[in-house]
């Protein structure tokens, strides 16, 4: 069966550097990957999507890379602030292409 | 953009009990919506889909069911509610677009059985 893969670990970075989560999945080849950001009792965010056919994707700090071959997505944040704090989903659609599967997710701490 | 509402944010219930949680979308039609559930420190396990009015499909075979009756209108129910029903519900939107865009979610409601 389908299965995402986040570091289950809290990401613990000093503000200024870069963050970066790691996102696998196996059993699977999506045509998209999406990232969100999620803050405690609150629903998860949309953040950045990123195709099959693409290998980077940007959007002002954040960075997502896509690696078909190894089955992989890093999620960048780059200049960290402590306003970065939350925890960060790993998703895909299914084949089917009407579910979105997400991961469990990554919890980052950025400290000031 | 789509703005999803979702009630009541937090919800105390007694085993037994039923349940009814309510979501609606503004600012798109027929979109696919979605009711999640996420346990304390866990992902979202996908409980609900449906891509139009009537239509649902279940993913979990579990104590809860899900309605459609309107477009823009997604039901979550139950007869009786278990201790195990307790989590953070959400509900979610997917537009037409939603390969650009993700999906949108609800505030969410935190429910408790007790």
């Known amino acids: 069966s389908q299965k995402i893969e986040q570091n289950s670990e809290a990401l613990n970075i000093q503000e200024g550097k870069t963050a970066t989560l790691t996102c696998n999945y196996t059993n699977y080849s999506p045509a998209y990957l999406q990232w969100y950001r999620q803050d405690p009792g609150r629903g998860p965010v949309f953040l950045l999507l990123i195709r099959e056919n693409e290998k980077e994707k940007r959007k002002e700090r954040l960075k997502v890379t896509f690696d078909t071959t190894l089955k992989q997505s890093l999620f960048h944040i780059t200049a960290s602030q402590p306003a970065d704090s939350a925890t960060y989903l790993c998703?895909?659609?299914?084949?089917?292409?009407?579910?979105?599967?997400f991961g469990a997710g990554t919890r980052l701490f950025v400290k000031a | 953009s789509q703005t999803i509402h979702q009630w009541p944010a937090t919800l105390v219930q007694p085993v037994g009990s039923p349940l009814s949680l309510e979501c609606t979308v503004e600012g798109t039609s027929n979109p696919n919506l979605y009711w999640y559930r996420q346990a304390a420190g866990r992902g979202l396990q996908l409980l609900f889909y449906s891509v139009g009015i009537g239509q649902i499909s279940s993913e979990v075979p579990q104590n809860l069911s899900a309605s459609r009756p309107q477009d823009r209108q997604f039901i979550l129910s139950s007869k009786k509610l278990l201790l195990s029903d307790s989590g953070f519900y959400l509900c979610?939107?997917?537009?037409?677009?939603?390969?650009?865009?993700?999906?949108?979610f609800g505030s969410g409601t935190r429910l408790t059985v007790v």
């Open positions: 998703a895909l659609l299914d084949t089917g292409g009407f579910k979105t599967i």
């Open positions: 979610a939107s997917a537009g037409t677009v939603r390969a650009n865009y993700g999906y949108t």
